[in-house]
């Protein structure tokens, strides 16, 4: 068992948030703070994410079993969980495990419970190229990108991660290499082990591709009661780019008895 890093602050129902791949607890952001405000909001570093510890394997199943046992550790009986883009991913294989009591309601923010085509590899190999001991700062990290990484915002995204160590050069807040070998589990579909109950909506990013009106069969058939908001004029990361309206339409989620 490895023990997670997490944040907690406010008070009412605990809600979990899950990041996405290469992210960590503060890619939540604004969003976090207006939301606890009525709820205990728990965030935490998935394996090999942020001040995290990684696992010998980052599969769905193993990043799920290590935030259930992150629950279990400190005696959290009831929550709702919400997770965006591999957190999503990691959210709906919790869902779905005979493990995870306790669970009221479920976020999933811009993912589908599908296989994805690999589409990360241009930026693990931008990322692996960089020699972290010789660069001098973190513009040097960001020029070395540019030529890869043509999208700005994806740039700044990936170098929050990037931290200078006390004694000389740089190094990333994710275990690069991992991510990169077991690449091919994280683009998987969560292996969802029976039908989620739980009342569960689907927030879109607008113009984001992830998450599709085709995809609506899979999602009935894993989930008894699944809704869809759309946030229009947001990408992949609606959280960050509309975090008012995120945070609204969470809300009213969570504190609605009615689902749909």
């Known amino acids: 068992m490895i023990e997670l890093h997490t944040t907690q602050d406010g008070e009412g129902d605990v809600l979990i948030m899950l990041h996405g791949l290469f992210g960590n607890v503060d890619n939540f952001g604004v969003a976090a703070r207006e939301l606890q405000n009525h709820f205990c909001v728990i965030r935490a570093d998935l394996p090999g994410h942020g001040l995290s510890p990684t696992l010998p394997s980052l599969s769905l199943e193993s990043m799920a079993d290590a935030v259930l046992e992150m629950l279990e550790s400190k005696g959290i009986k009831q929550f709702h969980l919400l997770g965006h883009s591999l957190g999503g991913k990691v959210a709906m294989s919790m869902a779905a495990n005979p493990r995870c009591q306790g669970l009221q309601k479920l976020i999933v923010v811009d993912i589908a419970p599908k296989d994805y085509p690999p589409h990360h590899q241009d930026i693990l190999e931008a990322l692996k190229a960089i020699d972290l001991e010789s660069i001098a700062s973190r513009a040097a990290a960001e020029k070395l990108l540019s030529s890869t990484i043509t999208d700005a915002g994806v740039r700044a ?14 190094a990333w807040r994710f275990d690069l290499q991992q991510l990169s070998d077991d690449y091919s589990l ?8 029976q039908l989620v109950e739980q009342p569960t909506l689907f927030i879109k990013g607008g113009n984001s591709d992830y998450l599709q009106a085709t995809d609506e069969p899979i999602i009935r058939q894993a989930f008894s009661s699944p809704s869809v908001k759309v ?30």
């Not at 995204?157 to 740089?170: M, N, T």
């Not at 994280?186 to 082990?193: E, T």
């Not at 008012?244 to 504190?255: D, G, P, Y």
Request: hydrophobic share 40%.
């Open 157 to 170: 995204f990936l170098l929050k991660s990037l931290y200078k160590k006390k004694i000389s050069g740089f």
């Open 186 to 193: 994280i683009a998987k579909s969560p292996a969802l082990k």
């Open 231 to 260: 946030i229009m004029g947001t990408g992949h990361w609606p959280h960050a780019e509309k975090p008012e309206q995120f945070v609204r339409i969470c809300e009213q989620f969570l504190t609605s008895e009615l689902t749909h």
